[in-house]
């Protein structure tokens, strides 16, 4: 899955997911062009339907008019989970003792997560084929076909729905917010797709992908920024020495992505949108420290869904902003946590249809 040779063979399902989303949008708008309020949920459901046409190789229909009434009840438990778990987790444990009602909607959640999702998986594992041939089988089928195991082939599309909804549609929210607020650097985007893109229903293909430095470099300036998952943590398994402390086996370490990636020290005008930091040929480029803005994490235990959530956003951006020019008219939002690093408050962006 780290392989992006592997991610790239799924460009037409990703594609096909934005494309639902870019049509969708003609029905959210209200008379003014306008998002409403549950915005992020649209953008949920987009992330849902990618990743089940990557992991089991559906289609959920999350975007129709008349959507399975088990794609929001899978949204809505997905949520409950990330929102449960760091109170669970960092909170007095009294869940430990007695069924408090945090842990109680929790454990149903995750109940309602296994319960749908397994319903899917086992139609998909019935109908797994044969041979990999055909570059588009899914995850689920590829890991059986080398592993010959159903039980980790499930445990890992769990994962998958598990964690590559929430992660992937909030960055989709952050980023387009971002360009919605800086729109002499979306214009510069929109010259980009109009190049590589000539028609706006050009096909979005792994070549004209490799070509949007300025799209990547929008989605990596976004991260720095504002990453969706604001660290990670490790446990020591040895004694060890971090940058001159001596650090005991056992103790919990969070590397925070958010703190380090804002720091001038790493990214001089850290607090600017720049995206063209990120672009060799540009003056405002610099190699910043490789470990400066880690937004996927880092080593053995790093995002596993990070090529699949790159090409998402990628092409989800470039359909978008190919189609559409973005706008918003509102007090600026800030950012909270929840438990996504995210903007607090409706996305009310304005979607304007783009002539040619
Ligand atoms: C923009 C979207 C995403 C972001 C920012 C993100 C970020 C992260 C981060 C920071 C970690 C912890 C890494 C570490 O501890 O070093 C992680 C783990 C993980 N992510 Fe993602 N993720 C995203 C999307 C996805 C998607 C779409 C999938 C599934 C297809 C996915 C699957 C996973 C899995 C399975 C792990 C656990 C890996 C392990 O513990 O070995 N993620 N992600």
Redesign the pocket.
């Known amino acids: 899955m780290m392989q992006p040779r592997i991610a790239k063979m799924y460009v037409n399902a990703i594609a096909a997911s934005a494309q639902e989303f870019v049509d969708r949008i003609k029905v959210l708008q209200d008379r003014k062009g306008e998002m409403p309020e549950d915005f992020l949920n649209e953008l949920h459901k987009w992330s849902l339907e990618s ?1 089940a046409k ?2 089991l190789d559906v289609r959920l229909g999350c975007l129709d008019e008349n959507s399975h009434p088990d794609t929001q009840r899978l949204i809505d438990a997905v949520n409950t989970f990330f929102i449960k778990v760091p109170v669970l987790e960092l909170k007095i444990p009294f869940w430990k003792i007695l069924n408090t009602p945090t842990f109680t909607k929790y454990i149903n959640a995750l109940e309602t997560i296994r319960e749908i999702c397994t319903k899917y998986i086992q139609k998909s594992l019935n109908s797994a084929p044969k041979s990999n041939k055909d570059d588009e089988i899914s995850i689920l089928q590829r890991l059986l076909l080398l592993e010959n195991d159903p039980k980790i082939a499930t445990i890992l599309a769990l ?2 729905f598990l ?2 909804i929430d ?2 549609s909030n ?1 989709a929210a952050s980023i387009l917010y971002q360009l919605a607020i800086h729109p002499e650097k979306q214009q510069i985007l929109k010259d980009e797709l109009k190049i590589i893109l000539p028609e706006k229903s050009t096909p979005i293909t792994r070549e004209n992908l490799e070509r949007m430095t300025y799209l990547k470099a929008c989605i990596k300036e976004t ?1 720095r920024m504002y ?3 604001i660290g ?1 943590g490790r446990q020591t398994t040895n004694d060890c020495i971090i940058g001159g402390y001596h650090i005991p086996k056992g103790v919990q370490v969070i590397f925070q992505h958010y703190v380090i990636s804002n720091q001038e020290e790493y990214f001089p005008k850290s607090k600017e949108f720049l995206p063209e930091r990120w672009i060799k040929s540009s003056p405002c480029f610099k190699e910043h420290h490789p470990f400066a803005s880690l ?12 090529r ?2 790159d090409l ?2 990628q092409t989800l951006l470039a359909k978008v902003i190919r189609n559409y020019t973005l706008e918003y008219h509102y007090q600026k939002l800030d950012y909270f946590i929840h438990p996504m690093y995210t903007p607090n408050g409706p996305l009310r962006i304005r979607f304007i249809e783009q002539d040619l």
């Open positions: 990743i990557v992991a994962d998958m964690v590559g992660t992937t960055a991260m990453p969706v998952v990670n937004p996927f994490g880092f080593g053995k235990r790093m995002c596993l869904g990070r699949f959530a998402e956003l």
